[in-house]
């Protein structure tokens, strides 16, 4: 059985720090891109970053170099540092796995990350 399990979520007060984290089981972490995205109410879900078992990071334009995603193939882990936060940033935060060869996607349950003015 697959699980993505999202930590770290909460509140924090704008130009303040997070790192949210997600934990895989149930899948071969190392051939899967990891993700996140992020949903704001009445919002459409959005991509956040990805990044590439070869370690390989995209970024939306809105997060670039604020937010940094990170992986330890070795903890099935994946990491989104992020900095400077606006309230803008409020949203839940969504793990995502996508298998590099069958494009097989997984989704966590997500955190809920609100940032004050």
């Known amino acids: 059985q697959v699980q993505l399990v999202e930590s770290g979520g909460g509140l924090v007060q704008a130009g303040g720090s997070l790192r949210l984290s997600c934990q895989a089981s149930?899948?071969?972490?190392?051939?899967?891109?990891m993700g996140w995205y992020r949903q704001a109410p009445e919002k459409q879900r959005e991509l956040v970053a990805t990044?590439?078992?070869?370690?390989?990071?995209n970024y939306a334009d809105s997060v670039k170099g604020r937010f940094t995603i990170s992986r330890d193939n070795d903890k099935n882990t994946v990491y989104l540092q992020m900095n400077s936060l606006k309230p803008e940033d409020t949203a839940v935060y969504y793990c995502?796995?996508?298998?590099?060869?069958?494009?097989?996607?997984?989704w966590g349950q997500g955190t809920q990350v609100t940032v004050s003015s």
């Open positions: 149930g899948i071969i972490f190392s051939i899967n891109t």
């Open positions: 990044i590439t078992s070869g370690g390989s990071a």
């Open positions: 995502n796995a996508k298998h590099v060869v069958t494009t097989h996607t997984y």
